[in-house]
């Protein structure tokens, strides 16, 4: 295995393909119209529902929160608001504080909580298919429905984390899926003087960072029969060789060891909560993972390969044809095993 690393770069995380730090308006509604899309999974949590999983995630985080009324929350790369509003909540009387470097994400997230008007998003937005339109304008709708009662709850606050200046005095913290972009120890050293002592921060982190109680290579849409065959398929052409070498595909280098070593040299004391299962279907794979996966597996190989407009659109049309021809394969249709990925949760508790 691979050493420890204290981050994930863009080359580490795949399956979602670059950072989400980009700073355009159609970054943040192609963010929230990516997870409404997705296909939805069940969460026990405050209630029996269908949840997309970034919404799911951050309920999950949420819920082993020890919220109580008046407390102060700090949300760590709060993104689009979604997290805050799963703290909220549960319980609305608690102030969160949502810190992002994303500027067009606050941007968004200020909209859905009732305190922007949103013109500019509203106006880009009318530049998207009507179907996408309708999906997040319905969506916009119920989330600044359910927003409104619990708007002055909720601070949002453009920058980086690591180097803000935050007044201090917070009983807890939260962070859905940030802590592997941001770093392990980028996040614990600034968090230490900003949480009060045996204050508890739950974060969430990907099975890419961070190999806990379920083994990718087992279980890992990544690795499934599917994907095998599209990517031998392809691998036939010259143009694409060594594209069926999924060993370097990204594999996580930490273990719940190493990073309870590392957040206890910064102070604090982290466990391992639980590990939650997404389950992704077949058109969620296609859609959304194979391209990424061969562009991975392409820059592995040539990091310096920067493609063409018309190569792009011929990578694309390649990839097509692999997966119309691997659908006819019955074979690579029966894996049951790798249809997950994992999401990780800790608790890490400052120690006074």
Not at 7 to 13: A, T, V
Not at 109 to 127: I, S, V
């Amino acid at each position: 295995m691979a050493s420890p690393t204290h981050r994930l770069g863009n080359s580490d995380y795949t399956g979602m393909g670059k950072s989400p730090y980009q700073n355009k308006r159609s970054d943040a509604l192609n963010y929230d119209l990516r997870n409404i899309t997705t296909t939805t999974i069940v969460i026990r949590n405050p209630a029996n529902r269908m949840l997309p999983p970034h919404e799911a995630c951050s309920h999950w985080a949420a819920g082993h929160l020890p919220l109580k009324e008046g407390q102060r929350v700090l949300d760590i790369g709060g993104g689009t608001g979604i997290t805050a509003a799963a703290v909220l909540e549960r319980n609305p009387g608690v102030h969160v504080v949502s810190v992002e470097k994303n500027k067009a994400y606050v941007e968004l997230a200020r909209y859905k909580f009732n305190q922007r008007d949103g013109k500019k998003l509203l106006a880009e937005l009318a530049g998207y298919p009507g179907d996408e339109q309708a999906l997040l304008g319905a969506y916009f709708s119920q989330f600044r429905s359910n927003t409104k009662p619990v708007s002055c709850h909720v601070k949002f606050i453009v920058g980086d984390f690591t180097a803000r200046k935050i007044k201090p005095g917070f009983d807890l913290a939260v962070a859905n899926q940030s802590v592997h972009w941001i770093g392990v120890s980028e996040t614990f050293e600034p968090l230490y003087p900003l949480l009060n002592n045996g204050g508890s921060f739950v974060w969430t982190t990907a099975s890419h960072f961070v190999r806990a109680d379920f083994d990718p290579d087992r279980y890992s849409m990544r690795y499934n029969d599917f994907t095998r065959k599209v990517l031998d398929i392809l691998s036939k052409s010259p143009d694409f060789p060594h594209m069926n070498d999924l060993s370097t595909l990204s594999r996580p280098s930490n273990s719940v060891k190493s990073i309870q070593k590392l957040t206890e040299a910064k102070g604090f004391k982290t466990r391992h909560l639980k590990t939650e299962l997404i389950y992704y279907d077949l058109s969620i794979l296609i859609k959304d993972y194979i391209p990424v996966f061969v562009d991975s597996l392409i820059k592995a190989r040539n990091p310096d390969f920067k493609p063409s407009p018309e190569q792009k659109e011929d990578i694309g049309r390649r990839v097509q044809d692999a997966v119309a021809q691997a659908l006819q394969d019955r074979a690579a249709l029966s894996d049951l095993n790798h249809k997950y990925d994992f999401v990780i949760i800790f608790e890490s508790k400052k120690i006074g």
